[in-house]
């Protein structure tokens, strides 16, 4: 007996779902007052949905896209703004929510409301080799040595954006660090000093 082996080609897909429009165009007054989700944001552990409020159909010649408004939420967070979908709505990977689950889902999302804030920082301390080029140009100008070697944070843009970022010399809740940490395959850091 041979055995068959299927071997795939080509570029693969984590999407799971369908159209917004085959989601929309088969449910009553176009959905709007229903929940959807996107399989790529299951990845998160709170709870990311959105509530259909608007839809609008697009010309022949865009078939597989459909224009939705909807109030969204990610990571349990209601973003304050409505978010139009139209560039990701031929994506196949929305699901409708079943009626009988929107219930559980709004008693997840009413149980993080009382969760703290987290806060990102808007420094962090320079790199190792930086702070070395920085000491040495110090030294060769005759200049005083920096006391803190810290730089400011950049952060992309996003409406998605969870996390607030501090202000001024408010107290992050999040931070982050240079060193190394724990590595994965410490053989390969043999020799080498680790800083903890």
């Not at 987290?118 to 080799?129: F, G, K, T, W």
Request: aromatic share 8%; hydrophobic share 30%.
């Amino acid at each position: 007996m041979t055995t068959t082996v299927i071997q795939y080609v080509g570029r693969t897909t984590d999407f799971k779902g369908k159209t917004l429009w085959e989601i929309v165009g088969s449910l009553k007054n176009l959905g709007v007052g229903r929940y959807i989700a996107r399989s790529v944001f299951k990845r998160y552990p709170e709870p990311s949905f959105m509530k259909i409020v608007k839809v609008e159909t697009c010309p022949d010649e865009e078939r597989r896209r459909v224009r939705v408004w909807v109030e969204k939420t990610f990571r349990g967070k209601k973003l304050p703004n409505i978010t139009e979908i139209y560039r990701t709505s031929y994506k196949p990977d929305y699901q409708l929510i079943p009626k009988d689950e929107e219930a559980q889902l709004l008693d997840a999302m009413k149980s993080l409301q009382n969760r703290p804030e987290e806060i990102l920082p808007n420094s962090i301390e320079m790199p190792p080799l930086l702070k070395k080029f920085i000491t040495r140009d110090h030294e060769k100008k005759g200049l005083e040595t920096l006391k803190e070697y810290v730089m400011p944070l950049s952060y992309n843009r996003s409406p998605n954006r969870v996390h607030r970022i501090a202000q001024g010399d408010e107290k992050p809740t999040i931070n982050f660090t240079m060193g190394l940490g724990k590595p994965v395959s410490p053989g390969l850091y043999e020799g080498v000093p680790l800083e903890n």
